[in-house]
């Protein structure tokens, strides 16, 4: 008689072969030791060299491919009119349908040329959960960020499929208390990193933007990873089941107006970015402010071959197969962890697992930065760098000097596109869950250096205990 299998879990494979392979170093736990202390326990001043298995980042970490690598070969270095830009251009327009494009060498610096232009001092920027850059650059350009992202998405138990929706009622009420004139622009994000890597519904995204046309507020799209976005939607809401990612990555950008893009995430490639937009006034004003902080608008601080990878990364990000392996294989690393009771935001987002650091280091309070501390505990344990999503990443009030207190305390494992197996998410589950079962030995930390800006980029800590 055949045995059933309940709830059992459907096999895939990646959908490509391994041509080259970069060669890591193990270390012991005494080379771990000293690293860490001499790091100031931030795992982003540890040194490549040392880490055996990265999760610190999705940023500018994947695997290009062998079309990538073979189209850096026709790079145009032309100073202007490269022709890799006219190619880039075209396919931007082509899956993205923003008319006008302006690269840039990585996102922040999109986020800086178009804070620049849209934001005065005073104006209210609402968004679906602020993002450490994004909000700098609006503050920096006078404006203050307002969170209308749904409650749920506060709340790392609660499954809810699209926590990273906006709560049209919290935009409603900034928009009563401060008139529209005051709102330049919502801050939109796809596959909200924050939260935990969560989703925003198709459904939500239409509401939105009937409520903005009505009073007359642009959406402004972080869509730095808009196809794992787009990859949920398919699998989780009514009437898109049957659509591909790329007709559903093309219909959430028909409803913004313009877009900020890290290329180093969704679009497979080491550094590089771009600002998009409708409007052919933004879009001159941006082209000179380019000029400014970045190069000239037909390269904006790129090579001809960055932008030339760029271009093919973007048409390889919107395939079916590829998204599903690489939202698989982040799923396969938080199924492990959830069978085994590893506190972790649910449901599973897009480009990482992200560990509660509340209910998994339940005895620290959060100014003894639990995330901080847990992402040094792994690190400790078996080499595997994660990084803190908590009270550091969330910074000062710029007018109190105080803390921000952010709900989620996190520690974020993100997985690179196309650079792990299977075996080294079995490496990093067994490795947390190591520390879970001695959770309670894990330290609290003090802050000794505190940068102005980004702290969690540059700050450096000690343990209580020492």
């Given at each position: 008689?055949?045995?059933?299998?309940?709830?059992?879990?459907?096999?895939?494979?990646?959908?490509?072969?391994?041509?080259?392979?970069?060669?890591?170093?193990?270390?012991?736990?005494?080379?771990?030791?000293?690293?860490?202390?001499?790091?100031?326990?931030?795992?982003?001043?540890?040194?490549?060299?040392?880490?055996?298995?990265?999760?610190?980042?999705?940023?500018?970490?994947?695997?290009?491919?062998?079309?990538?690598?073979?189209?850096?070969?026709?790079?145009?270095?032309?100073?202007?009119?490269?022709?890799?830009?006219?190619?880039?251009?075209a396919v931007i327009r082509k899956y993205y349908g923003y008319r006008h494009v302006i690269p840039t060498h990585q996102g922040r610096g999109a986020e800086n040329i178009i804070s620049q232009i849209l934001i005065k001092p005073g104006d209210i920027v609402p968004g679906n959960m602020y993002f450490t850059?994004?909000?700098?650059?609006?503050?920096?350009?006078?404006?203050?960020?307002?969170?209308?992202?749904?409650?749920?998405?506060?709340?790392?138990?609660?499954?809810?499929?699209?926590?990273?929706?906006?709560?049209?009622?919290?935009?409603?009420?900034?928009?009563?208390?401060?008139?529209?004139?005051?709102?330049?622009?919502?801050?939109?994000?796809?596959?909200?990193?924050?939260?935990?890597?969560?989703?925003?519904?198709?459904?939500?995204?239409?509401?939105?933007?009937?409520?903005?046309?009505?009073?007359?507020?642009?959406i402004i799209h972080d869509m730095t990873r808009v196809a794992e976005n787009a990859w949920f939607i398919k699998q989780r809401e009514k009437g898109y089941a049957k659509k591909s990612v790329a007709e559903i990555v093309r219909e959430i950008c028909s409803y913004t107006d313009g877009a900020t893009m890290?290329?180093?995430?969704?679009?497979?490639?080491?550094?590089?970015?771009?600002?998009?937009?409708?409007?052919?006034?933004?879009?001159?004003?941006?082209?000179?402010?380019?000029?400014?902080?970045?190069?000239?608008?037909?390269?904006?601080?790129?090579?001809?071959?960055?932008?030339?990878?760029?271009?093919?990364?973007?048409?390889?990000?919107?395939?079916?197969?590829?998204?599903?392996?690489?939202?698989?294989?982040?799923?396969?690393?938080?199924?492990?962890?959830?069978?085994?009771?590893?506190?972790?935001?649910?449901?599973?987002?897009?480009?990482?697992?992200?560990?509660?650091?509340?209910?998994?280091?339940?005895?620290?309070?959060?100014?003894?930065?639990?995330?901080?501390?847990l992402a040094a505990a792994i690190y400790l344990d078996s080499g595997v760098r994660s990084m803190e999503r908590g009270i550091v990443s969330a910074g000062r009030n710029k007018e109190t000097g105080d803390h921000y207190y952010p709900p989620l305390e996190l520690v974020r494992l993100t997985i690179p596109?196309?650079?792990?197996?299977?075996?080294?998410?079995?490496?990093?589950?067994?490795?947390?869950?190591?520390?879970?079962?001695?959770?309670?030995?894990?330290?609290?930390?003090?802050?000794?250096?505190?940068?102005?800006?980004?702290?969690?980029?540059?700050?450096?800590?000690?343990?209580?205990?020492?």
């Amino acid at each position: 008689m055949a045995v059933q299998l309940k709830n059992k879990r459907p096999s895939w494979a990646e959908p490509y072969k391994i041509k080259v392979v970069e060669l890591v170093r193990m270390t012991s736990p005494e080379d771990r030791r000293k690293a860490l202390e001499a790091a100031g326990y931030n795992t982003f001043l540890l040194r490549s060299g040392q880490v055996y298995i990265d999760l610190l980042t999705d940023s500018g970490t994947s695997a290009m491919s062998d079309r990538q690598w073979a189209g850096m070969m026709l790079g145009d270095e032309a100073y202007a009119g490269s022709e890799n830009f006219y190619h880039l251009e075209a396919v931007i327009r082509k899956y993205y349908g923003y008319r006008h494009v302006i690269p840039t060498h990585q996102g922040r610096g999109a986020e800086n040329i178009i804070s620049q232009i849209l934001i005065k001092p005073g104006d209210i920027v609402p968004g679906n959960m602020y993002f450490t850059t994004t909000r700098l650059h609006q503050e920096l350009a006078g404006g203050t960020f307002a969170d209308i992202i749904i409650d749920e998405a506060h709340d790392p138990r609660s499954e809810f499929p699209f926590k990273g929706n906006v709560d049209l009622a919290k935009l409603d009420a900034l928009v009563k208390q401060h008139g529209a004139k005051k709102i330049p622009y919502v801050s939109l994000a796809t596959s909200v990193n924050m939260a935990g890597g969560q989703p925003v519904s198709m459904q939500n995204l239409k509401e939105l933007y009937r409520y903005t046309r009505k009073h007359g507020i642009r959406i402004i799209h972080d869509m730095t990873r808009v196809a794992e976005n787009a990859w949920f939607i398919k699998q989780r809401e009514k009437g898109y089941a049957k659509k591909s990612v790329a007709e559903i990555v093309r219909e959430i950008c028909s409803y913004t107006d313009g877009a900020t893009m890290s290329a180093k995430k969704d679009a497979l490639v080491n550094i590089g970015g771009f600002l998009a937009v409708n409007d052919r006034k933004i879009y001159q004003e941006a082209s000179n402010l380019v000029v400014v902080y970045e190069g000239l608008h037909t390269y904006g601080g790129l090579a001809g071959r960055d932008m030339e990878a760029i271009a093919i990364g973007i048409t390889e990000s919107v395939d079916d197969y590829h998204i599903h392996a690489r939202i698989g294989q982040v799923e396969y690393l938080g199924n492990k962890l959830r069978d085994a009771g590893v506190p972790i935001v649910l449901p599973i987002g897009g480009h990482g697992i992200f560990l509660d650091a509340r209910r998994f280091l339940p005895h620290l309070k959060q100014l003894e930065f639990p995330a901080q501390a847990l992402a040094a505990a792994i690190y400790l344990d078996s080499g595997v760098r994660s990084m803190e999503r908590g009270i550091v990443s969330a910074g000062r009030n710029k007018e109190t000097g105080d803390h921000y207190y952010p709900p989620l305390e996190l520690v974020r494992l993100t997985i690179p596109r196309r650079v792990y197996t299977q075996a080294h998410m079995d490496v990093v589950a067994e490795s947390i869950e190591r520390v879970y079962r001695r959770r309670r030995s894990v330290p609290g930390l003090k802050m000794i250096y505190e940068p102005k800006y980004l702290r969690f980029f540059q700050a450096r800590f000690k343990p209580f205990s020492k």
